[in-house]
Every structure is written in structure tokens, then in C-alpha cells.
């Protein structure tokens, strides 16, 4: 029994070992299964970092070859437009011209003015009116630059999907430009009118102002600037920003403390030279208060203040050209005497001026001392220009006795305060040398800026009307030459400047521009 429970043991344990042994060969298996999924994992791991690493190696690559393009680029990137004209891959002299050529071929030479039934012109050379494109390709070249390498590559791939605009500055005379609409608001249909005044014997007569349109400068120069911006002014015509204006009330105390003064007697001395003009002295006829009375409402067109005309016992004609020695300046122009009417109006006005004396200072007003050109102050009917249009007006003509005159003062080298130019280039003077006159609305004045007074002569006869200006040589005056010429015409305009040249001992010593000037075609 024991034998048996021995072998029975020991067949167990026999039995067993087997077991372990058929055991022993499956966990091998299961090991070497599980060591062979990690190598494949690995082997996928190894391949897919190696595919990245490519791929930024590529990366790197087309990133060195962008880069190295874009550094030795010496062109404008692709995607760069100025004005809506494409510069890409051009050259900045290349872009620069042909951009220019561009403007050129959209702008134009002068663009057109509207205001109801009124037109005008305002040309773009006359106003310099250009497009800053050395700028503009300048900038144009730059992106792309300006940042880091990054950046500047990041800028350059965006331009080639999604382009880029410039738009230049535009440059423009502004001065240039606001003189040309406060001229074109002198000459509007419906323009305001101020009241004025004048001394007719010993009268004050005032005339009423009347309600109507001045040029919006602002807006205008803004609408003018926008259609030159956007290639439009050459298409349709740029309509005239007005506003409506009141004219001022008339301010009686004001005209008063005006014209209010003492007599004075004229004298003048010799050692020195001094000329002490004579003055008439004047006052209302009546008080202040009746003054405003006769005003009332200010609805009536013209109101006449009785005057009280103190004058002098010497006036400053009666001391003769003894006190001016030296023939300043002279001009003359031709007229034509068989016009009666005409030569009536030129002999009126030039009378009212001859004999005027200026202090050194004083301003001329053409309109004061010539007064209104009325029927009752003796003028008549010849023709004026009104609208564009040639039309008998009171006073047509005396406009050439203005003309006269400031072509004289330039000889003198006396200082322009203002003058402008007529519609139509007149027969008696060439173009940029005219100056035109509207009585309450256009004025043409003079600055005696010299340090002695000057005296008027002024004579109408015999086909010729003559301006003298007499005064005392300085030694610091100049021989005066004036240059006038056209420089442009258009099929509704001509255009034209004037320069005062200044010279001494017959060298050049300065030159000024005395105006640019628009004129419309007969």
C-alpha cells in the first residue's frame, strides 16, 4: 500500500511534470507575439517621424527659396496695384512711368464747371494738379520689405491671392485753386451784392445789396478733389457748390465814422520833398438818428443822406506837378471814337480818377472814386459783357480806362490789392493784362507802397486814353517789364499768365507771378 501511494505519487508527480512542460512552450508563444506587435509599432513610429522630418526639410527648403526670391527680388511683388493699374514684378522706373502715362491718359486738361444754365473751366496745369506716384511706387516697392522674414513672406504669399490697392496723394495749388472759385463766385448769374456807397456832389448815396449765391469754396475744392481722385472730371461736369448769402445790413454809423472829416488844406515841401494832399471835409446833413429814419426797413434799392461838403482852400491839384517831378509810369491804349456812347462812359470814369493823389499806404478803389455808372451820373449805354454774352449796359467800356489803369501801376511797381480778369480777352489789351470792374460786386485796387504820394493823370482824346503817375524816384527802383503770353487753349477756353520782371542797371534782380488767368472763347 505504501508502494503503491510511493508510485501513485510519483506518477502525480510524473503527471504534473508534463504539464508544466506543455505550459511552459505556450507562454514562450504568447512572448514572442507580443515582442513583435512593439517592433512593428516602432517601425511605424520610425517611418511616420521621418516623413514629418521630410516634410519640414522640404518646408525648409521652399521656405530658404521664397525667402532668397523675395531678398533678390529687386521688382515690386506680385498683387500690387496703384490706382487700379496693375505695377506687379515691374521695376520702380517702369512702374513710375507707365503709371504716369495711366493718369495721364484718365485726367483731362481742364475740368468743367455747372451752375444751372452757367458753366466755366478751371485747368488742371493751372492749379498743378498732379499725382504723387514717386511716393506711391515707393511704397508699392516696400511691402514685402519693411518687416521681419516672416512677415515679409506672409505679406508676399497674401498679395498673390488677395490684391492690394495704392491710392497716390493728389497735390493741388489750393491757393490757386480758392482764387479761381472766388472769381467764378464774382461771376455767377445769381451772385450776392453788398450795399455800397459813394459821394456824388453832396449827396451820400447808398445802394442796397441783394440776397443771392456765393461759391461753397469748401465743398466745392472737396467735390473737385474727389472727382480729380476718381478719374471723373473728365467725364461730366462738376456742379458748383452755392449757398445762399444775405447781404449785410447797411450800418449807417459805420458809413459815418467812414466818412466823417475835417478840411484840410494841401501843401508840400521841398527839402525835403512832402506832399501833404488836401482833404474835403464832411458830415451828414443830418443827425444819426434821422439818417436811420430815412433807412427805415432797407427794402428800397437806393437811399440818398444830404451831406454837408466842407472843402478846402488849397486842394492838391492846385499845387501842381511841382510836387511830383518824376513821371513814374506811363500806359496808354486805343479806343475807338466813333462810339460816342463809349467814349462818353471812358471820358466820365478817367475824370474821376485825374488828378487823384495816393499817400504812401493808401489804397485806390476803382469803384469809390469812380462811383456807380448810372444814367443820373451822366453814363450811357454801350456794350458789356454779361453772362458770356455782349449786351449795351450803363457804362459799357469803362472797363479799358481800368485796363489802362493797371497797366500803369505795374510800370510803377506799385502793389496789386485786387484785380480780375474779364470773361473774353478784350480788344484794347492783350490776354493776363485787363482788369475787369462790376460796381458792387468786382473792384480793382491799388497800394501806393512807395514812400512818397503819387499822383493820377489820366486823359481820354483823340482815340488814345493815357494813365500817368507822377511821384519821386527812389533809389532803390527798378526798370519794370511785364511778360504776358497764353499757355493753353482749349475749345471752350484760353488760358494765360502774367510776370512782373524787375531789373537794375539792365540785370534781373527778381520776377513775380502776377496771375493765371481763364478766359472764354468768342
Not at 508563444?29 to 526639410?57: D, Y
Not at 468786382?442 to 512807395?450: A, G, L, M, P, V
Request: hydrophobic fraction near 35%.
Amino acid at each position: 500500500m505504501q508502494v503503491k501511494g510511493k508510485e501513485l505519487e510519483k506518477s502525480k508527480n510524473l503527471n504534473e511534470l508534463p504539464i508544466e512542460e506543455s505550459i511552459e512552450p505556450k507562454t514562450e508563444n504568447k512572448l514572442i507575439v507580443t515582442s513583435s506587435s512593439t517592433e512593428k509599432r516602432k517601425t511605424t513610429l520610425s517611418i511616420f517621424t521621418l516623413l514629418i522630418i521630410i516634410g519640414i526639410v522640404i518646408l525648409l527648403i521652399c521656405f530658404c527659396i521664397f525667402t532668397a526670391y523675395n531678398f533678390f527680388n529687386n521688382n515690386i511683388i506680385l498683387g500690387v496695384h496703384i490706382k487700379g493699374f496693375n505695377v506687379s514684378n515691374m521695376s520702380t522706373s517702369d512702374a513710375r512711368y507707365q503709371l504716369d502715362n495711366y493718369i495721364r491718359e484718365n485726367l483731362p486738361q481742364e475740368i468743367k464747371l455747372k451752375h444751372g444754365d452757367f458753366e466755366t473751366t478751371i485747368s488742371l496745369s493751372q492749379i498743378s494738379a498732379n499725382f504723387d506716384t514717386k511716393t506711391a511706387v515707393n511704397e508699392a516697392y516696400n511691402i514685402g520689405r519693411e518687416g521681419n522674414i516672416f512677415e515679409n513672406n506672409l505679406y508676399v504669399l497674401s498679395t498673390m491671392f488677395k490684391k492690394i490697392n495704392l491710392e497716390p496723394n493728389l497735390k493741388i495749388d489750393k491757393n490757386q485753386l480758392v482764387k479761381n472759385l472766388e472769381d467764378i463766385s464774382s461771376q455767377l448769374p445769381d451772385k450776392v451784392t453788398q450795399s455800397s456807397y459813394y459821394i456824388e456832389n453832396s449827396n451820400l448815396i447808398i445802394t442796397s445789396g441783394k440776397e443771392g449765391n456765393v461759391v461753397d469754396i469748401e465743398a466745392t475744392t472737396d467735390a473737385i478733389i474727389s472727382a480729380i481722385s476718381n478719374f471723373s472730371a473728365g467725364r461730366n461736369p462738376i456742379e458748383i457748390i452755392v449757398k445762399s448769402q444775405k447781404p449785410d445790413a447797411i450800418d449807417i454809423e459805420k458809413i459815418h465814422s467812414e466818412i466823417y472829416k475835417e478840411p484840410i488844406d494841401a501843401y508840400y515841401t521841398q527839402n525835403p520833398f512832402s506832399v501833404y494832399p488836401s482833404e474835403n471835409g464832411v458830415d451828414f446833413k443830418v443827425s444819426i438818428e434821422e439818417a436811420k429814419s430815412i433807412l427805415g426797413d432797407q427794402t428800397a434799392e437806393e437811399y440818398t443822406i444830404p451831406l454837408n461838403i466842407l472843402y478846402p482852400k488849397v486842394t492838391t491839384n492846385m499845387i501842381g506837378t511841382e510836387a511830383f517831378p518824376d513821371l513814374l509810369a506811363t500806359y496808354s491804349t486805343n479806343y475807338d471814337t466813333s462810339n460816342r456812347n463809349r467814349t462818353t462812359n471812358l471820358i466820365l470814369a478817367a475824370n474821376k480818377i485825374n488828378g487823384t493823389v495816393l499817400m504812401p499806404g493808401e489804397t485806390f478803389s476803382y469803384n469809390k472814386v469812380v462811383g456807380a455808372r448810372t444814367i443820373a451820373a451822366g453814363y450811357k449805354e454801350a456794350p458789356i459783357y454779361i453772362s458770356g454774352e455782349v449786351v449795351d449796359g450803363v457804362g459799357g467800356g469803362i472797363c479799358q480806362i481800368t485796363s489802362t489803369l493797371y497797366n500803369a501801376v505795374l510800370y510803377a511797381n506799385l502793389e496789386i490789392v485786387q484785380r480780375t480778369n474779364h470773361q473774353f480777352v478784350p480788344s484794347y489789351a492783350p490776354a493776363s493784362r485787363d482788369a475787369t470792374v462790376v460796381y458792387g460786386a468786382i473792384d480793382f485796387q491799388f497800394k501806393n507802397n512807395r514812400n512818397y504820394p503819387i499822383k493820377l493823370v489820366c486823359s481820354v482824346s483823340g482815340g488814345i486814353a493815357n494813365f500817368k503817375i507822377f511821384g519821386l524816384k527812389q533809389e532803390d527802383d527798378c526798370e519794370v517789364e511785364i511778360s504776358a503770353y497764353v499757355t493753353g487753349r482749349s475749345s471752350s477756353a484760353v488760358y494765360s499768365e502774367a510776370y512782373k520782371i524787375l531789373k537794375r542797371d539792365g540785370k534781373v534782380i527778381g520776377s513775380e507771378l502776377l496771375s493765371k488767368d481763364t478766359y472764354k472763347k468768342h
